[in-house]
């Protein structure tokens, strides 16, 4: 496998690990910052009307902003995950690392 392709499968499985993370936060914050550009009440206890566009979407935001919940697994699952995958990584590089010194022949 080439090292261009290698490169972007790191970065993929990366990029994905905190795609996991953090998405509870987004829908949060994407939900929070649509309710107070239109002026409506965002909370967690109940839906609240708001009406953007024309349309009520309180339901919507309301669901977006429990989603926050998940965060209890996410963040943790997520930083986790990074560290394996961080670690998996180091124990790799090392491994490489130690057989390329191997390899050299020695001088004298």
């Known amino acids: 496998m080439s090292s261009r392709i290698r490169n972007a ?4 499985v990366i990029l ?3 795609a996991w993370t953090v998405w509870p936060v987004v829908l949060v914050a994407v939900a929070g910052n649509i309710a107070s550009a239109n002026g409506c009440q965002l909370d967690e206890g109940s839906v609240h009307p708001c009406i953007v566009n024309g349309l009520d979407m309180g339901e919507q935001l ?4 429990v989603m926050g919940w998940f965060m209890l697994v996410t963040i943790p699952t997520g930083l986790l995950a990074l560290a394996i995958y961080g670690a998996i990584l180091l ?13 050299r022949p020695m001088s004298t």
Do not use: K, N, P, Q
């Open 9 to 12: 499968l790191l970065i993929l």
């Open 16 to 18: 994905l690990i905190l």
């Open 91 to 103: 124990g790799v590089w090392l491994v490489r690392r130690a057989r390329r010194h191997s390899t």
């Open 62 to 65: 309301y669901g977006m902003g």
